[in-house]
């Protein structure tokens, strides 16, 4: 096995079990950002929403992972169909990939009180893949196999479900259906490879209001799982490489329709990989629709004795928000 091979396999690992063993980009705020792993959230909020993130995984940890996304979205005139587009970079280590995202959801009244909504989504989206392997120190700085970098273009396409009401929301995505082999040659016949997985998320949460609308508490579940329907953990021989289902478990209340005060806890259903972090997030609704964020995620795992802990800074914006929130206020 040549060392560029052997830096691809394990790059691919490191994909693999960074952030829980999982591929695509997490975030505690996610439930500002929904898009990014399910197209059928597009529209959803009734108006145009507009959300920015970044996010720093494990201060003090070289080549970390550090996340950006931009995310936009709204309903049509015909207000049965929500569009929306989602823009994320993800730097890891000597790599990461930029992926642009064009989403449609068309949605659905249920019931004769028609009280609930479900809407399907569909998206297209092509990430570029990179590795500046030209960025590493080696020992033998004459070596060909680092002296290259290497870049990719590849296509995908999205689908999901979400179903949602005032108090209530259940959504499913797959946001990146294909999987794509990120060995250097299509014809490699080499076993051990880095490759990108499907990702599969189930969320779930509903809205309890205490003191009516000035005082509501929401729970929330995120579930995500590497490799759904596929042959993840037969990729290798010999080699576990699949990556256990995560639980990203949280609640948050919302003071005056205003200010939400959140925790979370993060784990994942294996005994080797569990008990990631515990987070704290904060976001305030300006009246004028501006809004502000920001979470610290507190390290569980093992990562805490090599670095410190991870956060995230959110910003965002509602048009119309003032005229849709008297109608109906929005939790998710």
Do not use: C
């Amino acid at each position: 096995m040549t060392k560029l091979r052997l830096l691809l396999f394990v790059w691919g690992i490191f994909w693999s079990v960074a952030a829980l063993a999982q591929q695509d980009p997490m975030f505690t705020n996610y439930h500002f950002n929904s898009l990014i792993f399910n197209p059928a959230y597009a529209g959803s909020n009734e108006h145009l929403t507009l959300n920015l993130s970044h996010r720093q995984q494990w201060l003090g940890f070289e080549g970390a992972p550090v996340t950006q996304t931009l995310t936009a979205h709204t309903p049509l005139r015909n207000e049965r169909v929500g569009v929306g587009f989602s823009l994320a970079n993800d730097k890891i280590g000597p790599g990461g990939s930029t992926d642009l995202a064009a989403s449609y959801a068309y949605r659905m009244q249920l019931g004769a009180s028609k009280k609930l909504k479900l809407s399907i989504g569909l998206q297209a989206s092509v990430a570029n893949w990179r590795g500046k392997f030209s960025e590493i120190t080696v020992e033998h700085t004459d070596d060909p196999s680092f002296s290259q970098n290497l870049s990719r273009w590849l296509p995908n396409f999205g689908a999901g479900a979400y179903l949602y009401g005032e108090k209530f929301y259940l959504g499913m995505g797959l946001p990146h259906i294909l999987e794509h082999d990120l060995r250097k040659a299509k014809d490699d016949t080499e076993g051990l490879f880095a490759k990108n997985y499907r990702n599969f998320y189930l969320s779930t949460g509903a809205a309890f209001p205490l003191q009516g609308n000035q005082l509501v508490f929401r729970p929330s579940l995120l579930l995500q799982s590497t490799g759904f329907l596929s042959d993840v953990k037969k990729e290798v021989a010999g080699q576990n490489v699949g990556a256990p289902m995560s639980a990203n478990l949280g609640a948050a209340v919302l003071f005056r329709q205003l200010f939400w005060v959140g925790t979370s806890y993060r784990t994942a259903f294996s005994g080797k990989s569990s008990h990631d972090s515990a987070n704290l997030w904060l976001a305030w609704s300006l009246r004028n629709g501006m809004r502000f964020g920001a979470s610290y995620d507190i390290t569980l795992s093992k990562v805490r004795t090599a670095s410190s802990n991870s956060f995230e800074i959110m910003l965002g914006y509602e048009f119309d928000v003032k005229v849709k929130q008297v109608a109906s206020p929005r939790y998710f």
